[in-house]
């Protein structure tokens, strides 16, 4: 079983950056594709961003493309979300989660325990 660890959440304000990251462990994530999924209350899970662990492929969700940015430490087994030009519609527990690349459901994978983050206005 692949184990996920998020950290780096927290409270920002409006316009501000937060960098979250994801410690994966348990086995190898070649052939994965790892990433982010955000939740706010009273919605439903979302999709933010993804990468391939492999090749670097990114994959964002239209409401962040050009403020967020998915990036992954092979050495490390750590993926990293760094959030830019941060908005109050941002704020959310934001999960990490991984999974083989054919598969395309939201609740597909291996999931994170999730990380808070909110930003202020």
């Known amino acids: 079983q692949v184990q996920l660890v998020e950290s780096g959440g927290g409270l920002v304000q409006a316009g501000g950056s937060l960098r979250l990251s994801c410690a994966a462990s348990?086995?190898?994530?070649?052939?994965?594709?790892v990433g982010w999924f955000r939740q706010a209350p009273g919605k439903e899970r979302e999709f933010v961003a993804s990468?391939?662990?492999?090749?670097?492929?990114?994959y964002y969700a239209d409401a962040v493309k050009g403020r967020f940015t998915i990036s992954r430490d092979t050495a490390k087994n750590t993926v990293y979300l760094q959030m830019n030009s941060l908005k109050a519609e941002d704020t959310a527990v934001y999960y990490c989660?991984?999974?083989?690349?054919?598969?395309?459901?939201?609740?597909?994978?291996?999931w994170g325990q999730g990380t808070q983050v909110t930003v202020s206005s």
């Open positions: 989660n991984a999974r083989l690349i054919h598969i395309a459901t939201t609740s597909g994978g291996f």
């Open positions: 348990g086995r190898t994530l070649g052939g994965y594709k």
């Open positions: 990468t391939t662990w492999n090749g670097g492929s990114t």
